[in-house]
């Protein structure tokens, strides 16, 4: 997409708001919907992967050293990967109103 | 391109529509049978079958999938048709919507039929006006030839570059359906001058990968909507054009709103189609004895053509709308909801008196039209304007 989303006109839009750039679903950020965020403690994190594989977004991503965290720009604060880390090291925090 | 040649014959309506189908060399049809929009499918099945129409027929298992299977030929860039009524339109809506908002040119013929309960299988206009809002061209025709002349109208409403729209073509069901009428074909060369190749423009193909029907944040849904909005607005030029170059080359006429003895009138009645035909040949009773009523009949109804209805009823004092559909708890009939809201705040704007005739088939008489023209016309006058008059109704 050229222009952010919330920029298009309607004349813009192809008919039919048939998209033609393929693979921009990426530029689809879902993550103001959300009211809380998941918030990891490296330090107990055992790096298991559930997190990750529990996601219904895909939000959580890998870091370099290993440990797993939330891509805040998809994550919709659902709180499933609190829920499910065996070790119970994400926290679900208060996003500022 | 099928061998069916041109001449005036006499046939039932449902065929000669499947003749106009393959005549119009189609690709796809795709279809579940329904009463009383049968004979349209069944002898197209029976064309392709007959190896006289190179086409797919997909007999899918419902209407769901039939529509479903016609956006993905539409989607494709393949000329594509089907045909259902009633109950088939209701199993189909959710598809039938995404149609129009995904601007996929295709034909249907809907045999309109009374929807169920009470279980019916007889002709009204419940079943179209259910879908009044999805966003497809609705056109209707009151005798077979207007029913085979439509098919040709419609394709190419629908194909045209500028437009890329659904198109119904609307026909009552039995009272046209069923009827063996003289319809007088064309040939060959005529419908290849007048119906141009279909070009899909983002046809979904490999090499050029699009995606149709995506998700939209509300961020972007809002301007969705207005596209549709004006893209169907934007179609009444092309819907015209359509209609007159059919009339240069056929002789046969076809315009938005048609009128009857209307230039003298002092009223009209109001109809959209088949009742149309017996309200003409009433007013010409009526006009013997003195009365000056004119007809108004209504060929377009989506896009609704505001200006030329508002012109065709200028000047005159009251007007008597048939509907053959109620919008439980409203006004009344969807037409004559159109109407008011057509007129309201206009100058001088005629009286609207509505009436509600002819569901799930009830036979309407020429004595009938002459009742409610006549009464319709004591009500105008005495102020008894508000609301809807079920006609006939016991009780
Ligand atoms: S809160 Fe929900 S959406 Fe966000 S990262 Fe966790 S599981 Fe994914
Ligand atoms: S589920 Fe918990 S422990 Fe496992 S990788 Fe995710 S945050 Fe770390």
């Not at chain 1, 689809?28 to 403690?41: D, H, L, M, N």
């Not at chain 1, 991503?61 to 990967?81: D, M, R, S, Y």
């Not at chain 2, 039939?66 to 045909?83: H, I, L, N, Q, Y």
């Not at chain 2, 013997?288 to 896009?303: A, F």
Request: glycine share 8%; proline share 5%; charged share 25%.
């Amino acid at each position: 997409m050229a222009k952010p989303i919330d920029e298009i006109t309607w004349q813009e839009l192809g008919i039919g708001a048939v998209v033609t750039e393929i693979g921009n679903s990426v530029q689809y950020k879902t993550g103001s919907w959300r009211s809380e965020r998941p918030v990891v403690k490296k330090e107990h994190c055992i790096k298991c992967g559930v997190c990750w594989l529990f996601c219904p977004d895909m939000s959580i991503v890998q870091t370099p050293e290993g440990h797993f965290t939330a891509n805040l720009e998809f994550c919709k604060g659902c709180g499933i990967c609190a829920k499910e880390c065996p070790v119970g090291c994400i926290t679900m925090q208060g996003e500022e109103a | 391109m099928s061998e069916i040649g041109k001449g005036r014959k006499g046939i039932e309506v449902s065929i000669a529509m499947a003749d106009a189908v393959a005549q119009a060399d189609v690709d796809v049809i795709a279809a579940y049978p329904i009463t009383p929009q049968t004979h349209i499918v069944e002898h197209l099945a029976d064309i392709v079958a007959n190896g006289e129409l190179d086409a797919e027929f997909v007999p899918v298992e419902s209407e769901h999938s039939a529509m479903s299977v016609c956006c993905g030929s539409a989607a494709v860039g393949a000329r594509t048709f089907t045909s259902t009524s009633s109950q088939g339109l209701a199993l189909m809506s959710e598809i039938f919507i995404i149609a129009a908002a995904m601007r996929l040119p295709m034909v249907m013929a809907l045999a309109n039929r009374s929807l169920s309960s009470p279980l019916s299988i007889w002709n009204d206009h419940t079943d179209v006006m259910m879908v009044r809002d999805a966003g497809w061209i609705h056109f209707f025709v009151e005798n077979g030839q207007e029913a085979y002349d439509g098919i040709f109208n419609a394709f190419r409403m629908s194909e045209d570059p500028g437009v890329m729209l659904p198109v119904a073509v609307n026909l009552d069901g039995f009272i046209m359906t069923h009827m063996v009428e003289p319809v007088e074909y064309v040939d060959g060369e005529l419908i290849k001058k007048y119906l141009p190749e279909f070009k899909m423009k983002n046809a979904l193909h490999p090499d050029n990968p699009v995606s149709m029907g995506c998700f939209a944040m509300p961020e972007i849904y809002t301007e969705a909507q207005m596209s549709r909005e004006v893209g169907i607005k934007d179609a009444y030029p092309t819907i015209v054009k359509a209609w007159d170059e059919w009339g240069a080359l056929t002789g046969r006429h076809y315009k938005p709103i048609e009128t009857y003895r209307t230039d003298d009138a002092d009223y009209c009645i109001i109809t959209m189609g088949s009742f149309g035909e017996t309200a003409m040949e009433v007013a010409d009773m009526l006009r013997e004895e003195g009365e000056k009523v004119g007809v108004v009949k209504i060929r377009l109804w989506r896009p609704f053509p505001m200006e030329e209805f508002r012109k065709s009823v200028l000047g005159k004092k009251y007007l008597i709308v048939l509907d053959r559909a109620i919008s439980f708890g409203s006004q009344g009939g969807p037409v004559a909801m159109e109407l008011r809201s057509a007129l309201y705040g206009q100058k001088d704007a005629p009286v609207v008196v509505n009436y509600v005739a002819g569901l799930a088939g009830r036979d309407v008489s020429r004595k009938d039209f002459r009742n409610i023209i006549l009464e319709g016309k004591k009500k105008a006058v005495s102020g008894h304007t508000d609301g809807f008059t079920l006609y006939g109704l016991r009780g």
